[in-house]
């Protein structure tokens, strides 16, 4: 399913930055692009995040995600 129109990517690749040590919004968008653009998809990256880290005990949540405003609809750029 694609994640990031303006880049082009899918979750797939999104979920294949985080097993590759991706932890950040930040580190995804340098690995595959995902957030660089709009940052619409920023949301669904940082669930996709939440999904994948949330059993890490390493891991809190992406819900304080420096990257969102508090209005989700003005997006911090990175």
Not at 24 to 37: F, K
Not at 59 to 78: F, K, M, Q, V
Request: glycine content about 12%; some cysteine.
């Amino acid at each position: 399913m694609w994640i990031c129109h303006c880049k082009g990517v899918t979750d797939g690749q999104i979920r294949s930055a985080i097993e590759s040590g991706a932890r950040t919004p930040v580190e995804i968008g340098a690995h595959c692009r995902a957030g660089t653009g709009c940052g619409g998809c920023l949301p669904e990256v940082c669930r996709l995040l939440d999904d994948h880290l949330t059993s890490q005990a390493f891991y809190g949540s992406c819900r304080d995600c420096p990257l969102l405003a508090d209005d989700e609809s003005e997006l911090i750029s990175a």
